[in-house]
């Protein structure tokens, strides 16, 4: 059974990086054809997915939130991590990791890590 946890800091202040880290148990994150996603919900409002490193290390973001964000792996620890820079309140959110199967359905999710934005 696949097991996806998130950490980080629940607080973060405006203009600074948001830093969270999502470690994965029972299944390693270099199988073939997983991909594993950060995804966010701001309060009130829908899921909105940010990016993705793959299998092989490539990674893809939404254009919306390109410019701000890096996605990058510790394979040695089987962990995959998120950066979000020059964050404002609007960042305000829960943030979930996800794996991503070869079909492209999010099989597994972690339980979600509350960031909120405020000075």
């Known amino acids: 059974q696949v097991q996806l946890q998130e950490s980080g800091p629940g607080l973060v202040k405006p203009s600074q990086t948001l830093s969270l880290t999502c470690t994965v148990s029972?299944?390693?994150?270099?199988?073939?054809?997983?991909?594993w996603n950060w995804i966010r919900q701001p309060p009130g409002k829908g899921l909105e997915w940010m990016g993705v490193i793959a299998y092989d290390g490539s990674t893809y973001y939404s254009p919306s939130l390109k410019s701000r964000t890096s996605i990058s792996r510790d394979t040695s620890e089987n962990q995959f991590s998120l950066q979000l820079s020059s964050v404002t309140p609007e960042d305000t959110a829960v943030y979930y990791c996800?794996?991503?199967?070869?079909?492209?359905?999010?099989?597994?999710w972690g339980q979600g890590a509350q960031v909120t934005v405020s000075s």
């Open positions: 029972g299944d390693s994150i270099t199988t073939n054809y997983n991909a």
């Open positions: 996800a794996r991503q199967g070869s079909g492209g359905a999010f099989h597994s």
